[in-house]
T-cell receptor, first 117, second 113 residues
Framework: DAGVIQSPRHEVTEMGQEVTLRCKPISGHNSLFWYRQTMMRGLELLIYFNNNVPIDDSGMPEDRFSAKMPNASFSTLKIQPSEPRDSAVYFCASRHGKGAVGANVLTFGAGSRLTVL | DQQVKQNSPSLSVQEGRISILNCDYT??????FLWYKKYPAEGPTFLISISSIKDKNEDGRFTVFLNKSAKHLSLHIVPSQPGDSAVYFCAATSGGSNYKLTFGKGTLLTVNP
């Protein structure tokens, strides 16, 4: 298994531009999570999906952020318009949700480092 | 309000000695705790976990201790190796249908040869 795959690995853009981050979860995993890592706030949960349905988006900072999961093998996190304070590493993670350990353990992708100038 | 706290941003130990990483939590609903390890330019990887019904879980060189009354857990690495140098995140969840994994800010462990 190739693990959780994220793209792009690095993105540099200018303020006001649209940014789209992509994620392919592990096949068979039924939950997908988007996290953001910053120095100030650490790893914070933005949104998560269960069986492609958004369950909790209370961590999404504002309306400029949106996430979709059109099918079990793909998700996007979009920022429009982007601002310098959105600069961070964005991680996607998935879990299979089965068993005592699998129900709680997330497998993370390598992250997408976003820099907004 | 930070529900999971790792108060030591960094820790440095000698190879072969014990590394002890600490974590405190405030939410009494948390019932499952995990430690993740993160190398630069990589995503966090799962290391070890413990359920609130236990007070200790061991996996090779790694042992996690849970003190529910103090709302405190710790990760012991014995013996420490240079390859253990990484950022360690403590995480907690209350499980159930509304699953959320809440992370601490991490502790950078450096193991010196």
């Amino acid at each position: 298994d190739a693990g959780v795959i994220q793209s792009p690995r690095h993105e540099v853009t200018e303020m006001g531009q649209e940014v789209t981050l992509r994620c392919k979860p592990i096949s068979g995993h039924n939950s997908l999570f988007w996290y953001r890592q910053t120095m100030m706030r650490g790893l914070e949960l933005l949104i998560y999906f269960n069986n492609n349905v958004p369950i909790d988006d209370s961590g999404m900072p504002e309306d400029r952020f949106s996430a979709k999961m059109p099918n079990a093998s793909f998700s996007t996190l979009k920022i429009q318009p982007s601002e310098p304070r959105d600069s961070a590493v964005y991680f996607c993670a998935s879990r299979h949700g089965k068993g005592a350990v699998g129900a709680n353990v997330l497998t993370f992708g390598a992250g997408s480092r976003l820099t907004v100038l | 309000d930070q529900q999971v706290k790792q108060n030591s941003p960094s820790l440095s130990v000698q190879e072969g000695r014990i590394s002890i990483l600490n974590c405190d939590y405030t939410n009494s609903m948390f019932d499952y705790f995990l430690w993740y390890k993160k190398y630069p330019a990589e995503g966090p990887t799962f290391l070890i976990s413990i359920s609130s019904i236990k007070d200790k879980n061991e996996d090779g060189r790694f042992t996690v201790f849970l003190n529910k009354s103090a709302k405190h857990l710790s990760l012991h690495i014995v013996p420490s190796q240079p390859g253990d140098s990484a950022v360690y995140f403590c995480a907690a969840t209350s499980g159930g249908s509304n699953y959320k994994l809440t992370f601490g800010k991490g502790t950078l462990l450096t193991v010196n040869p």
